[in-house]
């Protein structure tokens, strides 16, 4: 049931197929979620959201929060490049402000939104420093420090899938080599085990992380050796997290995620193994409960 | 010539053999300094220190900023773990309370207080986001993070040269191997460039950085091969620093700083390669001028 004083924030999380808008309380809570399809040409996704959020949100919300997968300069609301989306330099801000979508409107990268809510929402605002990982087909990251969301110079930091974990190691997506997305990125998992699978002679068949997860469980020797050297450059990138950042929560989030039971032991044991010890007995390791909503709700409460 | 209201802070910097001790005024001028050897007992330490600033600072100072070697609880003012001075859990903000040096009284690692004299003095203050690597025999670093100074759940945050650059790399002195500190320390460097010539059948000498800086200028192979292998993993650092913080500057402080025309060229080339657009062009990476005196400074101008 809706309250009577709403105070509620319109959250948005633009993906490249889906883009999910909830009404959302002051502690999180999501009052109705929907989705609608994502139109790749900008003026006609914000003219779409524009009538979606018309027909359906209520008057008087306190703002609109948008995450977006790609690279976001928040200060001018611009998306200076999304892949996904095939968009580079799109003044999303300027585009949803014409179609009357709720002021102020924050436009931050999907993976900070996450980082977001899972300080405000997952972790109830208790943890100063919190550090997000958002495994899935890549891996993203997003920084709340001092209790406060960290962009940096331009809005670009917390690239933590882009940190170089083998000098000389496998090409990544985005240009460099070594980084730990082409490591611990859904797509880089299922790369290295069809390869393997291939290598000892055996025909695969289609592969997901999901498909991996549970020949895994069922003791299929090239599935195990996928997640232990998942679990074994996870463990590098949560150490170096570690040194680095110190902070009071790690928290794992994306579509991965859920499969920790599979993969986070082994992750930890060498995570314990390389990092300092001061640092890890203040960290706690947390898996996102509700890793879905994470992003359009820690979206909605960046409005303040 | 002291000035009449004077208006100074004393900062002091421990290391393994000697004590920095300065009168520092609000802009990081220095205005006394003095060393004293350091005594590895820390009370006799607490004591010596106290004698020497009582027989030389002026009354009224603010307070007195310290710099410590080694991993610092700095809200109890505990020195955790100095591997250089053999010091575990010293309550060393206790100890100089205790011969009355000027309070308040604020005990820091040393790597983060030269990062605040670089935020301070060297970028004038300018730059909100301020990452700075201290290029000694080992690498450390700090981080001054919207404007202030960043220490994470409990004072451990920074540890840059303890981030792994390969998995499975050279061991290093903290433990852990392939830490970026394991190629791009000065004994690291030192290390390789002995095997490298002991390799090719040749009797390297007395080595250190500075000989291997000069052999290089000569023409010396090996000793240009050390300086490019220390180039290209300081790149790697470089870049992956500037794909997690998005910093404004980046500064290079320490010893091996001095050298940076001999590798600083070589190290951005790799740093541009490797790391994302906008954030590249968003730092200015700087090489401290005042290396030496930073640490002093910054653990100084830390008094509020």
Known sequence: MMPRKPNLRLGLDVGGTQVKM????PTGKIFDLRTVNTEKNPGALARALGEAVRSWAPRGLRGTGVGVAGDVDGDRGVVRFAPNLGWKNVPLAELLKREKLPAPLIVENDANAAAWGAHRVELKGVCRNVVALTLGTGVGGGLVLEGRMYRGACGSAGELGHMVVES????CACGNRGCLEAYAGGVSLV???RREY???GDTPGPLTPKILADRARAGDR???????RYSFYLGIGLSNLINLFNPEALVLTGGLAQGAPLFLPGALREMKRRAFTAPVRAVRVHVAKDSATLGVVGAALLVP
């Open 22 to 25: 909830a009404l959302v309380g």
């Open 168 to 171: 000389q190691g496998v090409p």
């Open 191 to 193: 790369r290295w085990a």
């Open 198 to 200: 291939r290598r000892r």
């Open 222 to 228: 090239v599935a195990r050796a996928a997640w232990r």
